[in-house]
């Protein structure tokens, strides 16, 4: 199986994030006889890898990272993070998710398509760095930049990392727009379930907006909770809730965009600016 085996290959490197590890070169080895032109950029110790067949369009691109995230305490793996293992049907080892497994399976596909296919119509590419677990300022974004400047446009792309949820490739994520981070701050007192007159409404001055979070209406009559009251709250005694008041609640928030955000969304998330279609 040459996914697999070059699967293994990958992860037996051990490329922890900006470290390539000798992967590109690898996989530059296996693209070069399909004819593709392989350029390597090094940025600030990060290793990218732009490889490309042919010049017509469009241009087809497939990307993904070789780098991984460390491998924390090695003893509480049942194998050895950089020993590719198979176990129960499945492949263990750092970085057999997220990505090495994917780039070896675009490459192994390319080269069963060009087999087949030896004058398809187009071009083919391949971008891949060692700085996506990291900082992310050294990698995709070089030879992005790159690109522009030589006025190469990649038409299509495809991104290796794991979406399958039950069954591989059950899902495919059409697109993602960055993310938008923030903290969501809640200035209002503790209130249990038992007692919901008591709850800021997202209609209410004091609960404003909190049930539309991103802009996704939850209901005009979804109560806020406090957490902690529900919790721990006692549910055999009839007496109001307490009423001492929290100076606020805080929780970290973030949204994925996607091609399912509009600009509604976008001007409930952000208000005040220009919604971007």
Not at 73 to 94: E, H, N
Not at 148 to 176: F, H, Q, W
Request: net charge neutral.
């Amino acid at each position: 199986m040459p996914t697999l085996s070059l699967a293994r290959d990958l992860i037996a490197r051990r490329s922890v994030t900006p470290d390539d590890a000798g992967c590109q070169p690898l996989l530059a080895a296996r693209l070069e006889p399909l004819g593709f032109h392989c350029e390597t950029l090094v940025s600030n110790g990060v290793t990218n890898l732009w490889a490309r067949r042919g010049t017509a369009r469009p241009l087809v691109c497939f990307a993904g990272h070789t780098d991984v995230v460390p491998t924390g305490p090695v003893d509480a793996w049942r194998s050895d993070p950089f020993a590719p293992t198979l176990r129960d049907g499945f492949l263990y080892g750092r970085g057999a998710a997220d990505m090495k497994s994917s780039l070896a399976a675009f490459v192994t596909a390319i080269e069963g398509f060009l087999a087949a296919h030896p004058d398809a119509p187009g071009s083919i590419a391949l971008l891949f760095t060692s700085d996506e677990e990291g900082p992310s300022v050294d990698g995709t974004v070089k030879f992005v930049e790159r690109l522009a400047a030589a006025g190469e446009k990649i038409d299509y792309c495809v991104v290796g990392e794991p979406t399958s949820v039950d069954n591989l490739g059950d899902t495919i994520k059409n697109g993602r727009r960055g993310t938008l981070s923030g903290t969501l701050t809640v200035n209002r007192h503790p209130a249990a379930c038992r007692v919901p007159a008591a709850c800021a409404e997202p209609d209410t001055p004091g609960g404003a907006g909190i049930g539309r979070a991103g802009g996704h209406a939850v209901g005009r009559r979804q109560r806020i909770f406090s957490a902690d009251h529900i919790g721990n709250a006692p549910t055999s005694t009839p007496e109001p809730a307490p009423t001492t008041s929290f100076p606020h609640a805080r929780r970290a928030v973030q949204l994925r965009h996607s091609t399912a955000s509009t600009p509604r969304i976008a001007a409930a998330a952000l208000p005040g600016r220009a919604a971007q279609p």
